[in-house]
């Protein structure tokens, strides 16, 4: 069973910067795309940024592109959400999300049908 357990949020003004870490156990994540997506109160889960487990294929939301950097350690099975430029509209709980993709979209990116959720993670950034 895929287990996900983010950390690093916090508290960070406006300008600055977070890095949020995502430990992923249970399976080979070969066959996974992993991501992140953020719920701000009172609005629907928004999808923020995906990534390939296997080719490293990456996808932004618009409003996160050029800020914000994901990446992976295979070898730790740990992903990374690298956030700069912070602004007060990504106040938000942050989610990792893994997706198991099947053989013929192996290669594929989604930014959607994730359906195994870490805990969240809760990050505030201060006008």
């Known amino acids: 069973q895929v287990q996900l357990v983010e950390s690093g949020g916090g508290l960070v003004q406006a300008g600055g910067s977070l890095r949020l870490s995502c430990a992923a156990s249970g399976r080979t994540f070969s066959s996974y795309a992993m991501g992140w997506f953020r719920q701000a109160p009172g609005k629907e889960r928004e999808f923020v940024a995906a990534?390939?487990?296997?080719?490293?294929?990456?996808v932004y939301a618009d409003s996160v592109k050029g800020r914000f950097t994901i990446s992976k350690d295979n070898a730790n099975n740990m992903m990374y959400l690298q956030m700069d430029s912070l602004k007060p509209a990504d106040t938000a709980v942050y989610y990792c999300a893994a997706k198991y993709l099947a053989l013929t979209i192996r290669f594929v990116t989604p930014t959607n049908g994730y359906d195994v959720w870490g805990q969240g993670t809760q990050v505030t950034v201060s006008s």
């Open positions: 990534i390939n487990w296997s080719s490293g294929r990456t």
